[in-house]
């Protein structure tokens, strides 16, 4: 017998492994709470160096999904599924070899019975989840041709946008962008979206990507492409990170020149002591994971909840109000927003009781 250490914390309601009938890949589902609701989270499928990075890691992003939905009172519990290309094993799914696994995995999610509802991650698009359609009705993020949402990526915007304007207010005393300076770092999906709505709102935007063939679309939008060295200690009003997590590290929060930080990427934190940091800096951080729910939030109003698009969009204002609540209870219980967030969402776990 065999054991080994995780480091991450264990408090599950249920992890499943299975290898896939069809196609013997190892597959990984953690449902780590359902109190408030059934779990939803993403499927993603990726590059790992052992089946055991691959489970922590799957542990992590279900218990931070918990968090997400609890924050924002969604209705939903936290779950994530994980298909690791491992050292030795396929390391790309295409054609008949993907469709198979999409089927592994949705037999899997059928057989929890409705605990987990699977949608789009890393490696996994709105087409794969419909295809999944097939062997279960448990997922979210099908493609609107199906009447599903098809992506989140209109949901998570508005919802930053909600959190940048909820710090405005805590900043400047009014919840709106008009004439400050947001430099949006990453524009994908989610940053192109973003940028929409703030030069909407009137706010100046400085944009760019790891992709400098980017710069014609955010050329397009009516914002200012600038060089990725460098964006990050840009001076600005409002820094918004769309990309990459971990961007948030000790070093970089010494040279930042922005007076918020609130952005679509998670985990932007190198580690949690960065949250203490950047309050000593005196910058302001919306929490990632308060901040980007926007797309869960939109994509379970549609198609869990079964609310119209209007009533869905209607349901993201609370991505702000819970903003503003963990800006000002940061502020006066002189503690970091991460902590008073992580408070919310505990308290809104508490309350509900047992699993379901």
Avoid at 6 to 19: C, F, G, I, M, N
Avoid at 40 to 68: F, H, I, N, Q, W
Avoid at 85 to 97: A, E, M, N, T, V
Avoid at 252 to 260: H, I, M
């Amino acid at each position: 017998m065999s054991s080994f250490a995780l480091e991450t914390t264990l408090d599950h309601e249920e992890v499943a492994v299975r290898q896939g009938r069809r196609t013997s890949l190892p597959i990984i589902i953690a449902i780590h709470s359902t109190r408030l609701g059934p779990a939803v989270g993403g499927m993603r499928v990726a590059r790992y160096a052992s089946p055991v990075e691959a489970l922590v890691d799957c542990l992590r992003l279900s218990r931070g999904m918990t968090y997400k939905a609890a924050a924002v009172r969604n209705g939903t519990g936290g779950g994530k599924s994980v298909v690791p290309l491992l050292p030795g094993g396929p390391q790309h799914l295409d054609g008949s070899l993907r469709e198979a696994l999409l089927l592994d995995v949705a037999e899997l999610v059928h057989d929890l019975g409705g605990a987990y509802f699977v949608a789009p991650d890393v490696g996994t698009s709105s087409a794969d989840i419909q295809l999944m359609r097939r062997r279960t009705p448990y997922v979210g993020g099908y493609t609107s041709m199906e009447d599903g949402l098809g992506t989140t990526t209109f949901g998570t915007a508005a919802g930053v946008e909600h959190a940048m304007n909820a710090a405005a207010e805590h900043l400047w005393g009014v919840p709106q962008l008009q004439g400050r300076e947001v430099v949006v770092i990453g524009f994908g999906g989610v940053g192109h979206e973003l940028t929409k709505r703030l030069i909407a709102q009137g706010a100046r935007v400085r944009a760019t990507d790891t992709d400098p063939e980017r710069r014609r679309v955010v050329e397009e939008t009516g914002a200012q492409w600038v060089d990725l060295e460098g964006a990050y200690t840009l001076e600005t009003d409002i820094l918004a990170p769309c990309a990459l997590g971990g961007v948030l590290t000790s070093q970089l929060v010494g040279s930042l020149r922005c007076r918020a930080v609130v952005g679509s990427a998670n985990n932007q934190l190198a580690h949690d002591g960065v949250a203490e940091e950047l309050t000593k800096a005196g910058i302001t951080w919306a929490p990632d994971f308060v901040a980007n729910a926007g797309g869960v939030m939109y994509a379970s109003g549609l198609e869990l909840h079964q609310l119209t698009p209007a009533q869905s969009l209607d349901r993201l204002a609370s991505i702000g109000t819970t903003t503003a609540q963990v800006l000002r209870e940061s502020a006066n219980d002189a503690t970091t927003p991460l902590a008073v967030a992580n408070r919310i969402a505990e308290a809104a776990l508490a309350a509900a009781g047992s699993p379901r």
